[in-house]
């Protein structure tokens, strides 16, 4: 497979340092995840801190849109959640703004969907992420064959455009991302939507070899990653790990007052700490 147009890729980036800091340690990175807004706005800006200090390397934020096709029941709740409470993605930026603000250095990525990003101005949001200290952009529903205006706002003002594969993803569709891809690469573990589950999908070391064969470029696997057991497997073959379903199912059930102590506690317990 031979990439035939390879998009330019940034590089000493906050996201891209903390790979190689981690590849150095010989340590994958965790990717725990939380949607902007819930259960309320300020419970967000202090949930991230405390995924932080629990060992989350990089912090993935959902922002809020009323059809997440690609997630599962866990994280579409949230998304109703938030929009309830009238969250928009103009909020979610002037939240990370405050975070930044106020001592959040780690690498924060945007998880949201195409037509927010558009009806925003791709070039405009790509400028207002750069300004407030987002620092990449994953978009399930936007194929990379028809990404390349936003990739090239992206990349234009420092941000990473984070594609995702999946195991059935063609040679043709895995060539398309491995040419674009910046940052690294979003492999989801399973078929369908996400959420937390109890066994993982057979057949992942030879899904990750079949991408990693063509590209150095950080891997990072979600959708299903619920456990200490199963973080610790799929650690060994990727370069992250990404938490999100199963972290918020058990956020779900806690007091407001308890959310950061129980998010720090959650992430520590997936790390083995």
Known sequence: MTATHA???????????TFEQLRAQRRAALLPFVTAGWPELADTERLVPALIEGGGDIIEIGVPFSDPIADGLTIQRTNQ??????????MALEMVARMRANGVVAPILFMGYYNPVFQYGLDAYAAKCAEVGVDGLIIPDLPPEESDALLEACVSHGIHLIYLLAPTSTPERVQAVIERANGFIYLVAVTGVTGARGELAEGLADYVARVRRHTSIPLAIGFGISTREHVARVEKLVDGVIVASALLNH????????????????VQA????
């Open 270 to 273: 997936l790390r083995g700490d």
């Open 7 to 17: 998009a330019p890729r940034l590089t000493n980036t906050r996201l891209t340092r």
């Open 81 to 90: 959640r938030a929009l309830e409470n009238g969250v928009t993605p103009r």
């Open 251 to 266: 956020l779900e059930h806690v007091k407001p007052d308890d959310l950061p102590a129980e998010a720090k506690g959650f």
